[in-house]
């Protein structure tokens, strides 16, 4: 094996290993539930051990593989070893990576390294949930329908996942998928028809992807997304339902940065885009968005019209037909938008009674992570109305319930609850804010 010097590290090249192919290598071992929470965790010494016991290796034999001893690979595997060249070497020994982007650059640090490292980790794992004429340029074969049932597969199981821990558990092996099949769909060969439905879902996964950089507060990352699915409906068809997607999504952020009059303008460019034939479960959505809108900008009549028409609208859209992207969208999710709309008008005790509504309209069991948004809101306006021992249990089982880690949106909530708490002097609020500071500062 050889080795060259950059700057002062010593960076080993590691040949690609010949006694497995990429498919019988440490990434299918990463394609499981523990080595996506490893992934989530940034547990670079578990992400070792996973690769290495999926080849039936033990740490000496990796050890050899990749020019160190016995001891480091084991010190690496149990978090003590965190030197970026030692664990790059033995990632690349696995097949879990081919190159670290910034290796040959003096000027990145131990902690960039670690970052780079993990992120390309995450792609390699992406790759390997793709079928080859999709993840490997070599096998750039013609395309069919096979290969997008298998992408549209890869987004099933990352969506599951975002559902019980929140996006920022799966936003870079969705972020991973999104550029493979960007890249497919301008270099891969396929007839008209396979090129609508990998226009899909390319698009699908850009929205995905968006979502979940969204909710692990990556904001300028969620917004590229977003328009990158805008992007691919205007290549061709496939993506129309993208766009609309797309569009009300980026309405959420600008409500929340206080854009009232963008968040009007995206819904009503989402109706427009999804034209007069749309499900009125979806025109229930994008009025929801719209009063919102009109909530910020202080008028009142504009947001309860919009948001009665969002009412009426999903009440008629119970009709099972509605896309099956819009499945998340029910009275729970109606009962945000109005405690939002209520927030932003100071109009706190309507905004419980719909927190209220949404919170109990949810299941941990159904979504875990949309469940304990739910709850976080709710535990906010009852420290906002001053009831505070319920908003201290409530806000307790947030921070307990396994979604705070993977949900930034969570975790925001959360510190927006304690705020309102540490401006008293009752010993339990005390206590809940010393509690959040500890633990959404560790997640």
């Not at 089982?397 to 969570?410: D, E, K, N, P």
């Amino acid at each position: 094996m050889a080795a060259r010097t950059v700057g002062s590290p010593t960076v080993l090249v590691v040949p690609p290993p010949t006694i497995w192919t990429q498919a019988q290598s440490g990434i299918a071992a990463l394609n499981s539930g523990a080595g996506y929470t490893a992934l989530m965790a940034g547990d670079l010494g578990q992400i070792i051990r996973l690769g290495r016991q999926a080849l039936g290796l033990d740490q000496a034999e990796l050890g050899r593989l990749s020019n160190a001893s016995q001891t480091v690979v084991s010190r690496a595997e149990r978090g003590m070893n965190t030197d970026s060249v030692v664990l790059a070497n033995l990632c690349k020994a696995l097949g879990l990576l081919t190159n670290q982007p910034g290796e040959h650059d003096p000027a990145y640090s131990e902690d960039m390294r670690r970052r780079d490292l993990l992120r390309n980790v995450a792609a390699a794992v992406a790759a390997g949930m793709l079928p080859s004429q999709i993840s490997e340029p070599a096998h750039a074969g013609r395309i069919g329908i096979s290969e997008i049932e298998d992408c549209w597969a890869a987004l099933r199981r990352l969506q599951a996942m975002e559902d019980r821990q929140g996006g920022g558990t799966v936003y870079q092996l969705t972020a991973g998928i999104a550029e493979h099949l960007q890249q497919t769909v301008g270099r891969a060969s396929y007839d008209s028809s396979t090129g609508n439905k990998l226009r899909e879902v390319t698009a699908i996964a850009a929205v995905r992807a968006g979502w979940q950089a969204f909710d692990s507060s990556r904001r300028d990352s969620a917004r590229r997304w977003w328009l990158e699915a805008r992007s691919l409906a205007d290549l061709g068809g496939g993506a129309d339902e993208a766009r609309v997607m797309a569009l009300a999504a980026m309405a959420v952020p600008a409500r929340e940065a206080g854009r009232g009059h963008e968040a009007i303008g995206l819904a009503r460019a989402a109706r427009q885009a999804a034209g007069q034939t749309a499900h009125p479960k979806l025109v229930s959505l994008l009025a929801a968005r719209e009063a919102i809108g009109h909530a910020k900008v202080g008028d009142t009549a504009a947001s309860v019209h919009c948001m009665s028409e969002a009412r009426r609208l999903l009440d008629q859209g119970a009709d099972g037909n509605a896309p099956a992207w819009l499945s998340f969208w029910g009275e729970g999710d109606l009962a945000v938008h109005e405690m939002h709309c209520a927030k932003a008008t100071s109009n706190f005790a309507a905004a419980e009674r719909a927190a209220r509504d949404a919170a109990q309209a949810s299941s941990p069991h159904r979504g875990l992570r949309n469940h304990s948004i739910y709850s976080a809101y709710l535990g906010n306006v009852l420290a906002l109305r001053g009831q505070f021992d319920e908003s201290i249990s409530i806000t307790e089982y947030v921070l307990t319930a396994g979604a705070l880690a993977g949900s930034q949106r969570v975790a925001s909530e959360v510190r927006k609850t304690a705020t309102v708490l540490a401006k008293t002097d009752y010993r339990p609020a005390r206590e809940l804010v010393a509690q959040v500071e500890r633990l959404v500062s560790a997640a």
